[in-house]
């Protein structure tokens, strides 16, 4: 698909490898909508794309058909959607004093990072449904993030990787669904990448983990991201499957 002077929306897109996806496909000459709850960060990096930006939680549907009403007018409705919005948090499954995981903030990472991918991919077909196709029959693109947490989850991980998990099971059966409407579905489960998250930690801890990626032996760029994510919407070929960009890493236990 060829992607200049398509309309995109990237969640996520107002911090790391949701703004790189945001600069690189708005480079790319794609109008980006920036849907975030960081209504701080959010507008500003919209300006700098000549873009657009709306204060969305991913989770809520009402905030959502909301959003896509008032980027369609702006832009038309989206051919490439790049869901990145998600978040972290660590606690064990029995944790110290034999206290059982929470079961609020389980559900809170599983209701952000897979119903809210969900919840924006479904209303976002829905209209992409409606579409002409374009010359290649392509209607559109969704692509999700996951995690290597998905498959090698890490003690405290127990509800990232359910949701990451459950990110990697949807890819296939969604771009099964939406095969006869020209929509594909692809999901990216990265390594470890260099972005805000993981710049609050020490130098010494950011080396450490960088050091533990076989090659290249480093961080991961969100450049690199978005760059993959960018192949993806122009490769038509590439459906239903989860590519690792992880430098060849596999997470231990702890
Ligand atoms: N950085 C990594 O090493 C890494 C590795 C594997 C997977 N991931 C995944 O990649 C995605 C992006 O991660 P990142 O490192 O860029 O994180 P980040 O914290 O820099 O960016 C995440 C963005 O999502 C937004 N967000 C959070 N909850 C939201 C909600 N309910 N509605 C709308 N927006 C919301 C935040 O405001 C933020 O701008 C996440 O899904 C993360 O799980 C990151």
């Known amino acids: 698909m060829e992607i200049s002077g398509l309309s995109a929306i990237v969640t996520g897109g107002a911090s790391g490898l949701g703004e790189a996806t945001a600069r690189c496909l708005a480079k790319a000459g794609a109008k980006v909508t920036i849907f975030d ?3 701080e960060q959010g507008p500003k990096i919209a300006t700098d794309i000549k873009g657009h930006f ?14 896509l009403d008032s980027a369609a007018a702006r832009h038309g409705d989206a051919r490439i959607l790049v869901n990145c919005a998600g ?47 374009l010359e290649t029959a392509e209607r559109g693109v969704v692509i999700n993030t ?26 296939l059966p969604i771009a099964r669904d939406l095969a006869g409407l020209g929509i594909r579905v692809c999901t990216i489960a990265p390594g470890l990448f260099l972005t805000p998250m993981m710049k609050g930690l020490p130098e010494d801890v950011q080396q450490s983990l960088g050091a533990s ?4 032996n480093r961080l991961g760029n969100p450049d690199e991201y978005a760059s993959l994510a960018r192949h993806i919407c122009e490769n038509a070929m590439l459906n239903g499957e989860v590519i690792r960009l992880d430098g060849a890493i596999r997470m231990a236990p702890r």
């Open 37 to 39: 709850m960081n209504g």
């Open 213 to 216: 990626v076989p090659f290249p």
């Open 87 to 133: 978040i972290a948090i660590g606690e064990k499954t029995v944790g110290r004093d034999n206290i059982p995981h929470d079961l609020d903030r389980f559900k809170k990472v599983v209701e952000v990072n897979l119903v809210g991918t969900f919840n924006v991919i479904r209303l976002t077909t829905a209209r992409m449904a409606a579409l002409a196709p």
């Open 146 to 171: 996951a995690s290597v947490a998905a498959i090698e989850g890490q003690v405290g991980q127990v509800a990232y990787s359910a949701s990451k998990g459950g990110i990697v099971g949807i890819t």
């Open 54 to 67: 709306e204060q969305v939680d991913v989770a809520s549907a009402e905030n959502v058909e909301a959003a």
